[in-house]
């Protein structure tokens, strides 16, 4: 059984701070996927990075990095220098044979 | 990526009635699927719609409440059927590009209110 738990069900920062997001899964699988999916209060699910088990290099884009230690079974997501358009609430999902999804942290950046 | 829209964007139904989401991309797609989310909740699958035969549903859900057509490898429909007001959600379609690497792009969501 595939199971992704994001502890964090809101947090809320002041603008510019660094934040983390928590994403930890389980799963039997040697082989899937792992992703982070943003959705802005329109609705929309907007895909962010994908990262397969085989790949534990962290990844930067940009104010976003993604930090995955297969030894913890983690794959979480930092924001540095939030900004008020960074709020949204955050998935994290894991693919084997479908997509499961955590249930989401809620970002709130307070000007 | 595909582009993918969906239609309506937004509805208010009346209980007992039946509502169909439309969801066009501008490519050909390998897999199509259709996930609700509940009000404050994370997505749950519906089913994934297979082009060219029946849709593969997930359990809790049925047929007759959730019927879905693919025609093509563009374009799918679902149907909420009878709907009653916990029917209340946004629904997204999803899909795998042909050769994707498991990506699923979301389209924009229908949110749906029902009375």
């Known amino acids: 059984a595939q199971k992704v738990t994001q502890a964090q069900t809101e947090i809320s920062v002041v603008e510019k701070e660094d934040v983390t997001l928590d994403c930890v899964y389980e799963?039997?699988?040697?082989?899937?996927?792992l992703f982070w999916y943003k959705q802005p209060p329109s609705g929309e699910l907007v895909f962010l990075i994908r990262r397969n088990s085989f790949d534990e290099q962290n990844e930067i884009s940009g104010r976003y990095s993604w930090n995955f230690q297969k030894s913890t079974s983690s794959f979480n997501f930092t924001i540095t220098a939030s900004q008020v358009v960074d709020s949204a609430v955050y998935f994290c999902a894991l693919r084997f044979s479908r997509l499961t999804f955590g249930e989401g942290t809620q970002l709130t950046v307070n000007p | 990526s595909a582009v993918i829209s969906q239609k309506p964007s937004r509805d208010i139904c009346q209980r007992g009635t039946s509502l169909t989401i439309q969801c066009q991309v501008d490519s050909q797609v390998t897999m199509m699927f259709w996930y609700r989310q509940q009000p404050g909740q994370s997505l749950t699958l519906i089913a994934t719609?297979?082009?060219?035969?029946?849709?593969?549903?997930e359990s809790g859900f049925v047929i007759d409440k959730f019927p879905i057509s693919r025609p093509n490898l563009t374009f799918s429909t679902l149907t909420v059927s009878n709907m009653s007001p916990e029917d209340s959600s946004i629904y997204l379609c999803?899909?795998?590009?042909?050769?994707?690497?498991?990506?699923?792009?979301f389209g924009p969501g229908t949110r749906l209110t029902v009375l």
């Open positions: 719609a297979n082009q060219g035969s029946e849709a593969t549903y």
């Open positions: 799963t039997r699988d040697t082989t899937y996927y």
């Open positions: 999803s899909v795998e590009e042909k050769g994707a690497s498991d990506t699923q792009y």
